[in-house]
């Protein structure tokens, strides 16, 4: 089946650095993909959707400088959380669409997520 | 996009059957229902899609009654394994973004 693979698992950064984080579709091309964020207890709360080829499409309340996301291609996004603050810490999950659908899932797969904790 | 609403949290023993409501009264025509099943620190995980009716896989069994108003996940013989958040999600299978709303939260007690 359709595997998107998330990197980092975990990070642990100073305040004011900056951390990227990776999202491969592994078997199939995603020409869009998500990102969340989830805090304890909370449920995920979309922030952006990245299209390839195109500037991601951000949520409401959601900086778009803060969070810089990039889909260069058909199987790569990347969120990078610039000038991390402590209040950044979270669990931020990807989600890639299948360009065919023919995903088992029909369509959409998950990371496996990235705990960032901002000291 | 359909808004869902979901008991909170559920609690059951290894072995019974559980089954958890979601609500979308306002659930589109061209909508589809879904159910994802979410352990702490991983993403989410698709159990099961239907429109209507029932249908069934490996893992649960998904009932949606005629006015698709409601639909019901049904997981039978839970173990410890199943404790887990459960997530129903209405929505067009046409790429659109996936809206999580607060989840039921299952505990499984030996």
């Known amino acids: 089946g359709a595997v998107v693979s998330q990197h980092p698992s975990w990070v642990i950064c100073k305040s004011g650095t900056s951390v990227k984080i990776e999202c491969r579709s592994l078997d199939f091309q995603a020409t869009t993909m998500f990102w969340y964020r989830q805090f304890p207890k909370q449920s995920l709360m979309l922030m952006a959707t990245s299209n390839e080829g195109s500037k991601a499409t951000y949520e409401q309340g959601v900086e778009k400088d803060k969070f810089l996301i990039n889909h260069a291609s058909l199987t790569l996004s990347t969120l990078t959380v610039t000038s991390a603050h402590p209040e950044d810490s979270s669990f931020y999950i990807c989600?890639?669409?299948?360009?065919?659908?023919?995903?088992?899932?029909?369509?959409?797969?998950f990371g496996s997520g990235t705990r960032l904790t901002v000291v | 996009l359909a808004k869902t609403t979901q008991p909170i949290s559920m609690d059951s023993y290894e072995g019974q059957e559980v089954n958890i409501t979601c609500s979308h009264n306002n659930i589109a025509t061209n909508d589809y229902i879904t159910w994802y099943q979410q352990f702490p620190s991983q993403g989410p995980r698709f159990i099961i899609q239907?429109?209507?009716t029932k249908v069934t896989n490996e893992v649960a069994s998904l009932f949606i009654p005629a006015d698709r108003k409601s639909s019901t996940l049904s997981l039978p013989r839970v173990s410890l394994s199943d404790t887990a958040v459960y997530y129903c999600l209405v929505g067009r299978n046409q790429g659109g973004k996936l809206i999580f709303g607060q989840g039921t939260e299952l505990s499984v007690k030996p």
């Open positions: 989600s890639a669409r299948d360009l065919f659908g023919a995903a088992s899932n029909y369509g959409y797969t």
């Open positions: 239907g429109y209507k």
